[in-house]
């Protein structure tokens, strides 16, 4: 056996008992309690968009909660049931700087503190609080901290704060999947050469940069169509890892898609010349996930490295060809067998389904809500999402043993976390790509204007 396929294996088919960890993450469970540790997405910030908006249901990681923004401008999140008789808050009036319960009329500032009782002739506001948990806004996103209060860190900064929400891109998707699943897909660089595969690929022309440098989007997709079996290095980091996906392009040179995983669930996908947009999956429950996609609306690539985006030739539906903020709704679904054209999936592209992501959906959701890991037969190509569950375990199993979580703390720069694209210089070593020593990078951080952001892929 190699080195590589004894570490898959070590890392990656799971005992029944690990497989649980990792994918259950309610109250009180080894994997619900290390996420709680995190600022964790909770709901999107045009969800609930105005002073005294109305309320919006957040089921975050097993607990139904519901979030608002009061008359104020405060943004409360906090136990869905009022501690009065458990009728849902969602329904409550959001006036006089809280949240007041329809059925008596008692009222909630966001801190959860019951700040009126007028069914009650003698009040006894000071002797009820309900759960609640702090917010921060960043990115057109609400994110909330579930873990107690003593062990709140500083909000983790990816690069959206002290910029306005109206300059990032803010989406999400729900999935009929288990969190971990749906972000496999992610740090999965092999599957871009089979899935979303289009037999149009071959007609692409060569236009001259497959050579050491930044290639076209254009001839990205030749290259993942012509070597299908990359070779996968990873590299840890303080955060998590980056790893390259190693293809041998057509001309021979060698081609790398660099991803970046930062725990618990933040993916930095590849793309020309370096990537700014994540992708996190957050638990709805242990069932079901958001599939979070954040960017800037802009940014910036003086020498216009990639050219047209990857996308433009594409012929499936595409986060670019129908990017739109919010919640991105679902056309493609199990009941609907995900449109599947089996006559398209003979003649035209691998999967037979017209949208990009819903691929990814397909094949995600097909495996049931939560995967039986201890089925697995796991490949080389397969080393990064073994390592991404060896980090999470180890790290819930750690907590429960009163170990810090990893990636946490002040002074720590997320911004610099970026995933890359490239054809290798002779000696030039993929770590040093998408990072601050990284000469595109800086020539990018140094320019006064900006290019529109159009490479999004997982």
Known sequence: MSRAHA?????????????????????????????????????????IPAPGSPPARVRLLGEKLVAFRDTAGRVGLMQENCPHRGASLYYGRNEDAALRCVYHGWAYDTEGRCVDMPSEPAPFCEKVRMRAYPTHESGGIVWAYLGPRETMTPFRDFG?????????????????????????????TAHISHLHQWDGIDD?????????????????????????????????????YRYAG??????????????AFAVPFHTMVASIPFSLGQGMFIPIDDDNC????????TWRNPRNLGGANLFSIAPF?????????????????????????????????FSGVADFVSQDLMVTESMGPIYDRTQEQLGSTDKAISRMRHLLISAAKDLAEGKEPPALGAGLDFASIRGAEKILE??????????????????ALSATTGEQLTDMVD
């Open 317 to 349: 539906s595409t986060p670019v060809s129908t990017a739109t903020d919010g919640i991105v709704p679902r056309r493609y679904t199990a009941e609907n067998d995900y449109l599947i054209d089996r006559e398209v999936q003979r003649t035209s592209t």
């Open 160 to 188: 959206s704060d002290g910029m306005d929400a109206s300059e990032f891109i803010a989406t999400k998707q729900h999935s009929t999947c288990n969190w971990v699943q749906a972000m496999e897909g992610n740090i999965d």
């Open 246 to 259: 190693i293809r041998t392009t057509p001309n021979g040179n060698t081609h790398v898609r660099i991803t």
């Open 290 to 297: 958001w599939r979070y996609f954040t960017a800037p609306r």
């Open 204 to 240: 692409i022309p060569d236009d001259g940069s497959d050579k050491p440098g930044y290639p076209s989007n254009a001839m990205s997709w030749k290259f993942w169509r012509h070597d299908r079996a990359p070779r996968l290095e990873l590299d840890d980091t303080w955060y998590g």
């Open 7 to 47: 570490e898959v294996r070590r890392y990656g088919v799971l005992k029944a008992e690990d497989n649980e960890i990792l994918t259950r993450v309610g109250p009180g469970t080894l994997m619900g309690e290390l996420l709680r540790r995190y600022w964790t997405p909770a709901c999107l910030s045009e969800e």
């Open 426 to 443: 002779p000696g030039e070593d993929w770590r040093d790509l998408g990072t601050d020593d990284d000469p595109v990078v800086r020539e």
